[in-house]
């Protein structure tokens, strides 16, 4: 074979590795592209409340992080009983029954909500071992695989709080700006992460900190130090992983990008979140023209929570667009606005009751709290089976209105 003849198979050969032998998600312009190389739009859901329960997704009121939640629950039944219970709900709340249904239904991705401690020996959710984050989440990411059913990890709760909300499961200030421990401490653990699913091509990418500083903070104090932040934990995975795009949340509950210069990482893309506003594309222009101006990909991490037809008229504006998203949420306490809702269970309302009751001092603690907690334990049984997915039920509107199939 002459040498011209040798150049060009070469060169056909190493065209075709890098055109149809893509493993890893991977950005180009505007684009995801996804393992064949073409280009790939996110469409599913957000899996909240498994990792990172939320008070209102238990029906409760100003009880709402996990860790208010986690101390509700043990006033009420102890802290033995409240360490089985977590463990059960982690077990049973997300399972491969799930994981079948979401891709059957038309899904092809979802986003999971972590919070920092599954990956340290801080106690959270019954437990202080610091590997129960990848235990979960690989037996997730298995069944995942098996599905084909791609995932996006959204680190929700980070060291020192990244929010000052409940949602952060922090102390009510985004202390992880302005605290170097914090800020290490965070890189590190994604780092281990990075570590871990390096080669790991179920995964889409790392959605680094969700919805940092909210609106009623110092924004001109608190915004310029997200870039930064942002550009300490790219580093430290990049050290480990050079194959998963990067995510970036606007600041102000991922809603505002003018904290943002050029992209600093060559494979990373940009999301928003986007609730109750009118379903407009004029709502979202603002970060259509970021990715215009930066050749970068922008995504809707999370939506949703409303009505039927404000779900279906703003997904189908960013399926015009060709603006991937993740709904919030999969599952929900008896909940029409989601793809699945389960009931209440017996006797429930007395724990609702409890939580929302205001409680200063043990004193108020011990007057309010039922005297019969058999009652109690059951109802928590109760929660735990029917947040099962044999026992859920489908939301026809609402799956519908994202464009999906009823099974």
Aim: charged share 20%; hydrophobic share 35%.
């Amino acid at each position: 074979m002459s040498k011209k003849k040798i150049f060009i198979v070469m060169l056909a050969y190493f065209f075709c590795k890098n055109i149809f032998g893509q493993s890893f998600f991977k950005t180009s312009g505007k684009n995801i592209l996804g393992p064949d190389g073409k280009p790939f739009v996110m469409k599913g859901t957000n899996l909240g409340n498994w990792l990172v329960p939320e008070g209102y997704m238990f029906g409760f009121k100003e009880v709402s992080s996990p860790r208010l939640i986690n101390q509700m629950l043990t006033e009420l039944a102890g802290p033995d009983v409240i360490n089985s219970f977590w463990k059960k709900f982690m077990e049973v709340y997300i399972t491969a029954d799930d994981i079948h249904y979401l891709k059957s239904a038309g899904m092809n991705s979802i986003r999971i909500p972590f919070n920092y401690r599954l990956f340290t020996s801080e106690n959270y959710m019954g437990s202080n071992d610091s590997t129960r984050g990848f235990f979960y989440l690989d037996k997730l990411i298995n069944w995942c695989k098996k599905e084909k059913l791609y995932v996006v990890l959204d680190m929700h709760c980070a060291p020192g709080g990244q929010t000052g909300d409940n949602i952060d499961d922090g102390a009510g200030y985004p202390f992880l700006f302005e605290n170097e421990p914090s800020k290490n401490w965070c890189a590190a653990i994604w780092k281990s992460i990075a570590v871990h699913y390096s080669n790991e091509k179920i995964i889409i990418g790392y959605d680094l900190l969700n919805e940092p500083i909210a609106h009623y903070f110092d924004k001109e104090k608190l915004n310029p130090l997200l870039e930064p932040m942002y550009k300490q934990i790219a580093k430290a995975i990049r050290e480990a992983d050079k194959n998963h795009i990067l995510i970036l949340g606007g600041a102000q509950w991922d809603s505002n990008f003018q904290p943002f210069g050029a992209p600093f990482d060559n494979n990373v893309v940009y999301t928003f979140h986007k609730y109750w506003t009118p379903p407009t594309r004029q709502v979202i222009q603002d970060y259509i023209d970021f990715g215009i101006k930066y050749n970068v990909p922008i995504y809707c991490g999370e939506t949703g929570e409303n009505d039927n037809a404000w779900v279906e008229t703003f997904r189908k504006m960013l399926d015009s667009s060709s603006i991937g998203w993740h709904y919030w949420p999969y599952k929900k306490l008896d909940n029409t606005r989601g793809i699945m809702s389960f009931g209440k269970p017996a006797n429930y309302d007395t724990v609702i009751t409890y939580a929302n009751t205001p409680k200063n001092n043990f004193e108020d603690i011990r007057k309010h709290r039922p005297a019969n907690i058999e009652t109690i334990k059951k109802a928590l049984d109760g929660f735990l089976e029917n947040c099962k997915f044999k026992n859920c039920t489908q939301n026809k509107g609402y799956i519908e209105a994202l464009g999906f199939v009823l099974q």
